[in-house]
């Protein structure tokens, strides 16, 4: 066994009917609160009143900031932290999805460092400190993990770059994970945010800072999300899906933490750069059908493994033609739940993909991939990806 080291810092509050906690928990880190949520809807109005109405009871400050959007962007962050100093708070809520739980760690940096949050992204000189504000989190979706990741994804649309900050200091002080907050989540998000999770599952499954621990999360996360994420989207309200789909993300999310991601992040990180309309979850599925026929040989009691979980009629198969199909039951499952798509379908311009394929090795993701890739065969996995029908 090789070495590893391990670190969670963030405290979990897990289970149906945990949102009603959210006050005492607040309170424990401040008295003036800066509240991240997308736009108010209909769907999302009742728990934002829940929210409000525990912070008010145990006297907390509640500023409210909605302008969160899908792949939040600088402007947003900004904004945010504009609020944030202007009402002097001294912690950070974000509830909903990862984009305003992202939202709320970038704006928990900007609102007290120098200069803006985007300036602290990786690779840069710029060091995130320990005056970050508190961050706490109630996650609404079983998708990214943010809720318990050092990790704060934000998109600079002048730039046309998805970037990540990335410091211990993101780590939520705490966060809710409360299943019963996503029975309303509508069935193409519950399937986008669910396949985000298996991808980060996958990937750290593979990475090459995988660990027993990690290894042994995520093939459970897997195997939750390959069983039950079907379920949630046929049946939106049943309980034990959500819990069992709500376990699956914090795992992933745990074990990103500890390990990370590998080429299909980067690449999906530089779709979003470029075509910010489309989901995080989309930009992951539409590169999976070519990343598992280009990797699978480079690791194959791993994707056997996998496959074997997708299609149990693979247990019959020696590692060697269960890794093989394992390629066809990933497209399989992906047109189960509707996340089998090309690029063309999902409106990014065939004149981007050069583009994408250059900024898909600014990040490392590819670098411990157990095949790693060129940037020439990163853009022919992209290429591939373009138009299936074609």
Not at 83 to 93: E, G, P, Q
Not at 291 to 296: G, Q
């Amino acid at each position: 066994m090789k070495s590893f080291n391990w670190h969670q810092p963030t405290e979990l509050l897990f289970g149906w009917g945990r949102l009603d906690e959210v006050g005492e928990l607040v309170d424990l880190h401040g008295s003036r609160c800066l509240m991240v949520t997308g736009h108010t809807s209909e769907a999302k109005y009742p728990i934002y009143e829940r929210v409000k109405k525990a912070l008010e009871e145990k006297g907390v400050e509640v500023f409210h900031f909605d302008g969160v959007t899908t792949n939040p962007t600088t402007d947003i962050v900004n904004e945010g932290s504009e609020i944030a100093m202007k009402n002097d708070v001294d912690v950070v809520l974000g509830v909903g999805g990862g984009s305003s739980m992202d939202t709320a760690k970038a704006i928990a940096v900007g609102a007290s460092h120098e200069g803006e949050a985007w300036d602290y992204r990786l690779f840069t000189e710029k060091e995130i400190t320990d005056k970050t504000l508190p961050i706490i989190t109630v996650t609404t979706t079983s998708g990214t993990g943010s809720q318990v990741t050092p990790v704060s994804v934000v998109t600079n649309s002048r730039e046309k770059s998805k970037f990540a900050l990335v410091d211990t200091q993101l780590c939520p002080e705490a966060s809710i994970v409360d299943p019963e907050l996503m029975v309303t989540v509508p069935r193409h998000v519950t399937a986008s945010t669910g396949f985000d999770a298996f991808a980060h599952s996958f990937e750290t499954y593979i990475h090459d800072d995988a660990s027993p621990y990690t290894d042994l999360l995520a093939k459970e996360s897997v195997e939750l999300i390959v069983k039950y994420l079907p379920v949630a989207m046929s049946h939106p309200d049943h309980e034990l899906a959500r819990k069992k789909l709500a376990w699956a993300d914090t795992l992933a999310g745990i074990c990103i933490s500890n390990a990370g991601t590998t080429l299909p992040h980067g690449i999906g990180m530089a779709i979003g750069g470029h075509a910010p309309d489309v989901l995080h979850g989309e930009a992951l599925s539409v590169i999976y059908p070519e990343f598992f026929r280009y990797t699978y040989s480079a690791n194959i009691e791993k994707f056997a493994a996998i496959g074997r979980v997708l299609d149990p009629e693979l247990e019959k198969e020696y590692d060697e033609v269960a890794a093989r199909k394992s390629c066809q039951a990933m497209d399989d499952f992906l047109k189960e739940i509707g996340m089998y798509f090309d690029l063309k379908g999902l409106g990014v311009p065939e004149g981007e993909l050069e583009a994408i394929a250059d900024d898909s090795v600014e990040l490392p993701d590819y670098e411990v991939n157990p095949r790693v890739a060129t940037r020439d065969e990163i853009y022919d996995i992209i290429e591939k990806a373009y138009d299936r029908a074609g």
